[in-house]
């Protein structure tokens, strides 16, 4: 499933995609196969994704990890699944 993350935080660009790409590696190409991210401000990115297990990525995404990773960087994630329209 196409999915699109769009993300706001207070930590730097560089910062967040650098731990997040390391979220995303940790869970596996079995549950994400291609992820890019597009930084949308200083303190906003847009990360495209192909989801193959959408239930892994949830379990990841509310994971203790996760939450408190959120929390120290005033994280918020908004998901959106993408069609294509023809």
Do not use: P, R
Request: hydrophobic share 45%.
């Amino acid at each position: 499933m196409n999915t699109l993350i769009i993300s706001t935080f207070s930590c730097t660009y560089e910062e967040f995609k650098a731990d997040v790409s390391g979220f995303i590696k940790a869970m596996g190409q079995e549950v994400v196969s291609e992820y890019e991210f597009v930084q949308a401000g200083e303190n906003k990115s847009h990360l495209l994704m192909n989801v193959l297990d959408m239930k892994a990525l949830e379990a990841e995404m509310t994971s203790d990890a996760a939450i408190e990773w959120d929390k120290k960087n005033n994280c918020i994630d908004t998901v959106y699944a993408i069609q294509l329209v023809e």
